[in-house]
Antibody, heavy 119, light 107 residues
């Protein structure tokens, strides 16, 4: 069974930093592309970042580019999101998401971890 | 960036109804369009991929159609478990973008 388990969410002050982790199991992690997606309270879904299976290709949405860094450790079956210079508008549930092969988009989602940015 | 516009934002319907949600892209995305269902407190679940292909384990009352810039999700014979929020998503090009969501409510 595919499992994606996020951790690292917390309450942090504006300007602070946080590192989210996603532990993957039940599939061959090193062969899959991965993403981070977030959802602000009561709002819609926002795609944040993509990383290729070997970590050689990375994309970000404009609102987090330069502040957030996606990375992965295939030996540890883990995906990460380093978040710096956090703002109130970064408050959201952050989901770790797997890209399916071929024509499939996001075929597996973690349960999410809550990040709250507030003084 | 490709903008995705869903309509309606809220849809009131009854058990057994047939409903349709539409999604419009600001430029052609060919058929690289997915639909997700999200229930309160849960992560989204893939319903439809590449505009018209049913995701694994998704009931056949769900169907998708369209290409280019106009897409739709249809649910035949609404069931109680279908009352949720639905999102379209384009994955033709980065940044991937979602529609704003359609909340399905019980009439």
């Amino acid at each position: 069974e595919v499992q994606l388990v996020e951790s690292g969410g917390a309450l942090v002050q504006p300007g602070g930093s946080l590192r989210l982790s996603c532990a993957a199991s039940g599939f061959i992690f090193r062969t899959y592309e991965m993403h981070w997606v977030r959802q602000a309270p009561g709002k819609g879904l926002e795609w944040l970042s993509y990383i290729s299976s070997q970590g050689t290709t990375i994309y970000y949405t404009v609102s987090v580019k330069g502040r957030f860094t996606i990375s992965r450790d295939n030996a540890q079956n883990s995906l990460y999101l380093q978040m710096n210079s956090l703002r109130a508008e970064d408050t959201a549930i952050y989901y770790c998401v797997r890209s399916g092969f071929g024509e499939l988009p996001f075929d597996s989602w973690g349960q999410g971890t809550l990040v709250s940015v507030s003084s | 960036d490709i903008q995705m516009t869903q309509s309606p934002s809220t849809l009131s319907a009854s058990i057994g109804d047939r409903v349709t949600i539409t999604c419009r892209a600001s430029q052609s995305i060919h058929s690289w369009l997915a639909w997700y269902q999200q229930k309160p407190g849960k992560a989204p679940n893939l319903l439809i991929y590449k505009a018209s292909n049913l995701g694994g384990g998704v009931p056949s009352r769900f169907s998708g159609s369209g290409s280019g810039t106009e897409f739709s999700l249809t649910i035949n014979s609404l069931q109680p478990e279908d009352f949720a929020t639905y999102y379209c998503q384009q994955y033709n090009d980065f940044p991937y973008t979602f529609g704003q969501g359609t909340k399905m409510e019980i009439k």
